[in-house]
């Protein structure tokens, strides 16, 4: 089972297909596994998984995204909800909706004894930055979305984390260049402005009509 042909599917038919799950093994207090359910119905606007978290674990760094919207619904299991300074618990059928673009911070944590269980639904805007504040890093991706691939053909996806406080001029680099000879056609703005301003000194006020 990949993609299915009909606009319908089943949450346990997704989690018992492989290609369809995606398990990140235990890092420090990370460790998840999502059932891609938007990856099985080909959602084309709207991202969709079930992210399932073992007790005292979490599935994700705290972090905030410039672009794309998230909306989280628990289905089994209680944890809490880090948002800002701000703790708030977690029980099955509580909405959680946090808003791109405001710079809080947030994570869901299953501080349970119990696995927690959740749908993740997002917007599918394929190019977003996010911010790690707790590592000082920031993620950013062009043509796809997390745990998605909306390249197709042409230039592929691109997904960097790198850290907060890199920081490069447009032109660092580049190397550097020679001033042609003024009268050719294609002159660098930079040789221009030297040559007109050692031009019109030269010649003194007033003197360049």
Same mark, same amino acid.
């Given at each position: 089972?990949?993609?299915?042909?009909?606009?319908?599917?089943?949450?346990?038919?997704?989690?018992?297909?492989?290609?369809?799950?995606?398990?990140?093994?235990?890092?420090?207090?990370?460790?998840?596994?999502?059932?891609?359910?938007?990856?099985?119905?080909?959602?084309?606007?709207?991202?969709?998984?079930?992210?399932?978290?073992?007790?005292?674990?979490?599935?994700?760094?705290?972090?905030?995204?410039? +672009?794309?919207?998230?909306? !989280?619904?628990? #289905?089994? =299991?209680? $944890?809490?909800?880090?948002?800002? %300074?701000?703790?708030?618990?977690?029980?099955?059928?509580?909405?959680?909706?946090?808003?791109?673009?405001?710079?809080?911070?947030?994570?869901?944590?299953?501080?349970?004894?119990?696995?927690?269980?959740?749908?993740?639904?997002?917007?599918?805007?394929?190019?977003?930055?996010?911010?790690?504040?707790?590592?000082?890093?920031?993620?950013?991706? +062009?043509?796809?979305?997390? !745990?998605?691939? #909306?390249? =197709?053909? $042409?230039?592929?996806?691109?997904? %960097?984390?790198?850290?907060?406080?890199?920081?490069?001029?447009?032109?660092?680099?580049?190397?550097?260049?020679?001033?042609?000879?003024?009268?050719?056609?294609?002159?660098?703005?930079?040789?221009?402005?030297?040559?007109?301003?050692?031009?019109?000194?030269?010649?003194?006020?007033?003197?360049?009509?």
């Amino acid at each position: 089972m990949t993609k299915t042909d009909l606009p319908v599917t089943n949450i346990a038919d997704v989690i018992d297909t492989p290609d369809l799950v995606l398990t990140r093994d235990r890092h420090g207090v990370f460790e998840a596994k999502l059932a891609l359910i938007g990856k099985a119905l080909g959602t084309k606007q709207i991202g969709i998984n079930l992210t399932m978290v073992p007790p005292h674990s979490k599935a994700f760094p705290r972090h905030y995204h410039y +672009v794309n919207d998230e909306l !989280f619904l628990v #289905l089994e =299991g209680t $944890g809490v909800l880090h948002y800002g %300074k701000e703790d708030t618990p977690l029980k099955p059928m509580d909405v959680i909706y946090i808003e791109a673009g405001t710079g809080t911070p947030f994570q869901i944590e299953n501080n349970s004894d119990a696995e927690l269980r959740y749908l993740a639904l997002s917007g599918m805007v394929e190019s977003d930055l996010f911010v790690y504040p707790d590592s000082n890093k920031m993620g950013i991706m +062009v043509k796809g979305v997390p !745990f998605r691939d #909306l390249s =197709g053909e $042409g230039l592929q996806r691109v997904m %960097k984390f790198i850290p907060a406080e890199t920081e490069a001029g447009m032109n660092d680099g580049e190397g550097t260049y020679r001033c042609a000879p003024r009268g050719e056609v294609f002159l660098p703005l930079q040789c221009f402005l030297s040559q007109t301003a050692s031009v019109t000194l030269s010649q003194g006020p007033g003197s360049v009509q």
